[in-house]
């Protein structure tokens, strides 16, 4: 399985594809409809989130939870 990184590498260029082609391509003989933008945000979100919780960051919330003990 691709790492966090390369399954944001692909996100990011799906996104950049979709910024730059359309939502939706057509040829004389296909047509061809990209992911959903939003849902492309959404995991890459998702993923930036996991990411940054694997190299110690707190996340987007900055939220630590623990218990007290004392």
Same mark, same amino acid.
């Given at each position: 399985?691709? /790492?966090?990184?390369?399954?944001? *590498?692909?996100?990011?260029? #799906? ?10 391509? @057509? /040829?004389?003989?296909?047509?061809? *409809?990209?992911?959903?933008? #939003? ?10 989130? @996991? ?20």
């Amino acid at each position: 399985m691709a /790492t966090i990184k390369e399954q944001l *590498e692909a996100i990011n260029a #799906a996104i950049n594809d979709i910024l730059t082609t359309g939502q939706r391509i @057509k /040829t004389p003989t296909a047509e061809v *409809e990209h992911a959903s933008l #939003a849902e492309l945000r959404s995991e890459r979100a998702r993923l930036e989130e @996991k990411l940054a919780l694997e190299n110690g960051g707190g996340g987007s919330g900055g939220i630590v939870r623990g218990i007290f003990l004392g």
